[in-house]
């Protein structure tokens, strides 16, 4: 947490944990302090919002993949619309349709690693509302939605620290969506910051006492990911 207070005070992060289904204990922790695009979905429309330069990089790999939907531009991303899927479909045929859904694969699959892999797959995090079955099937007006929170928020990292808790490591990576020099070289110093910034943290946080255990290591990555 105080990690995440450090690397990600304002809007469009996020601070994801998991745990052991037996142990209960930590297993690892995603914890996205930049974001390049947000994605927003009500109804059958999702909004791409591009929150970096590399943002707009990527946000113009997406009509291709998003087939099955009508593209609008817009002076700031762009959205994509879908049809309302028709009545009488079986399940199965329900959700094999194109969808806003689409939208949440696109921005994950289709990018291809061009330097430093790491051995953690491009990770879109998503939050998704119980409305998001509207897509599919017919919904009951809710009495209240005070939040009006939207069908599902997607973001595409540009900046995410992966903390591996078993092994005591934290990989801080950086991903840039296209190629030029001058992009990797900016993403380079960022992850070497974000690394400052770990280590930091982990001394801040450690106990005194002179049996306290080492902060954990810290990894350095940078992604350079195309179409």
């Given at each position: 947490?105080?990690?995440?207070?450090?690397?990600?005070?304002?809007?469009?992060?996020?601070?994801?944990e998991s745990r052991d289904a037996v142990t209960k204990l930590a297993e690892h922790s995603f914890l996205l302090s930049r974001a390049a695009v947000r994605a927003e979905c009500r109804g059958q429309t999702v909004v791409f919002e591009p929150l970096s330069p590399q943002g707009s990089f990527a946000i113009a790999q997406l009509p291709k993949r998003l087939t099955g939907a009508?593209?609008?531009?817009?002076?700031?991303?762009?959205?994509?619309?879908?049809?309302?899927?028709p009545a009488g479909l079986s399940d199965r045929e329900r959700i094999a349709r194109p969808s806003p859904l689409d939208a949440i694969r696109a921005l994950t699959f289709g990018w291809s690693v061009e330097s430093s892999p790491v051995h953690d797959p491009l990770r879109v995090t998503c939050v998704f509302s119980y409305e998001l079955l509207s897509v599919y099937e017919a919904l009951t007006t809710?009495?209240?939605?005070p939040l009006n929170f939207p069908d599902f928020v997607a973001w595409l990292p540009e900046e995410l620290v992966v903390m591996d808790h078993k092994r005591g490591q934290t990989t801080p990576v950086c991903f840039v969506y296209h190629g030029e020099a001058v992009a990797s070289r900016q993403a380079s110093a960022r992850v070497e910051a974000?690394?400052?910034?770990?280590?930091?943290?982990?001394?801040?946080?450690?106990?005194?006492?002179?049996?306290?255990?080492?902060?954990?290591t810290v990894q350095a990555t940078c992604d350079t990911s195309d179409s």
């Open positions: 947490l105080a990690l995440y207070q450090a690397l990600a005070p304002g809007a469009n992060t996020a601070l994801l009508h593209i609008t531009h817009t002076s700031n991303g762009l959205t994509a619309c879908w049809p309302p899927v809710p009495k209240s939605d974000l690394a400052t910034t770990i280590q930091r943290v982990a001394e801040a946080s450690r106990p005194v006492a002179a049996d306290s255990p080492t902060a954990p």
